[in-house]
C-alpha cells in the first residue's frame, strides 16, 4: 500500500514566523501536487510538482518536489492568519489516480 | 461560473437507511471523482468516471455502495444499507481532459454524512 506520511500533523505558529511542512514516502510519483482545505470545504489545489528538484514558488509559498520524487516539502515565509487550514500532499500513481497524505493542520494565531 | 455542486450539504439518517448523495460537475470537465474524507484515514478515492463510464470502481468499500452517472452533469452515489462507520466527508471533484499530466481536480464542498 502506498503511503503519503505528512509531518508535522498539527502546528499552531504565531502571525510572521517561517513554517516547513514535510510530504514523504517510499514510492516514487510522476507528479505530486499540495492542496489547502479549509472548513467546510473541499480541497483548493495549491500547485502540481513534476520534475524532480524542482522548486515552484507561489507569493509567500515554497514548493519542492525531491530529486527521488519521494517527497515534498512546503515552506511557508511569514505566516498569515489566512493561511490557517489542513494542507494536504497528494502524489499522482497512475493516469488518473492521486494518493493523499495524512494531511498537516496549521493554525496561524495573529 | 458554478463550482461543483454537491447536495445535500448535511446529512443525517439511521442505519439501515439508504442514502443518496448527488454531485453536478463543472461543465466540459469529462473526468469525475467520488471521494470520501474520514480523521483516521484521510482522504480517499471511491470511484473514477472517465466521459460518464466507471473506469476504476477499486476505492469502493464494499457491495453497498454504489456509484452512477447517467450523463455528463450528473452523478450519484448510493449507500444502502448505511452503517455508522460510513459517517464521513463525501466529496466529488471533476477534471477536465481525464487527468492527464498535471490537470486539476476542483473538489465541491463535500457532504457530511452522519450514520446514527
Known amino acids: 500500500t502506498q503511503l503519503l506520511e505528512q509531518s508535522p500533523q498539527f502546528l499552531s505558529i504565531q502571525e510572521g514566523e517561517n513554517l516547513t511542512v514535510y510530504c514523504n514516502s517510499s514510492s516514487v510519483f510522476s507528479s505530486l501536487q499540495w492542496y489547502r482545505q479549509e472548513p467546510g470545504e473541499g480541497p483548493v489545489l495549491l500547485v502540481t510538482v513534476v520534475t524532480g528538484g524542482e522548486v515552484k514558488k507561489l507569493k509567500r509559498l515554497t514548493f519542492q518536489f525531491g530529486d527521488a520524487r519521494k517527497d515534498s516539502s512546503l515552506h511557508i515565509t511569514a505566516a498569515q492568519p489566512g493561511d490557517t487550514g489542513l494542507y494536504l500532499c497528494a502524489g499522482r500513481t497512475g493516469t488518473y489516480k492521486y494518493i493523499f497524505g495524512t494531511g498537516t493542520r496549521l493554525k496561524v494565531l495573529a | 461560473d458554478a463550482g461543483v455542486i454537491q447536495s445535500p450539504r448535511h446529512e443525517v439518517t439511521e442505519m439501515g437507511q439508504e442514502v443518496t448523495l448527488r454531485c453536478k460537475p463543472i461543465?466540459?470537465?469529462?473526468?469525475l471523482f467520488w471521494y470520501r474524507q474520514t480523521m483516521m484515514r484521510g482522504l480517499e478515492l471511491l470511484i473514477y468516471f472517465n466521459n460518464n463510464v466507471p473506469i476504476d470502481d477499486s476505492g469502493m468499500p464494499e457491495d453497498r455502495f454504489s456509484a452512477k452517472m447517467p450523463n455528463a452533469s450528473f452523478s450519484t452515489l448510493k449507500i444502502q444499507p448505511s452503517e455508522p462507520r460510513d459517517s464521513a466527508v463525501y466529496f466529488c471533484?471533476?477534471?477536465?481532459?481525464?487527468?492527464?499530466?498535471?490537470?486539476?481536480?476542483?473538489f465541491g464542498p463535500g457532504t457530511r454524512l452522519t450514520v446514527l
Open positions: 461543465s466540459g470537465h469529462n473526468s
Open positions: 471533484a471533476s477534471s477536465p481532459v481525464g487527468l492527464a499530466g498535471t490537470d486539476t481536480q476542483y
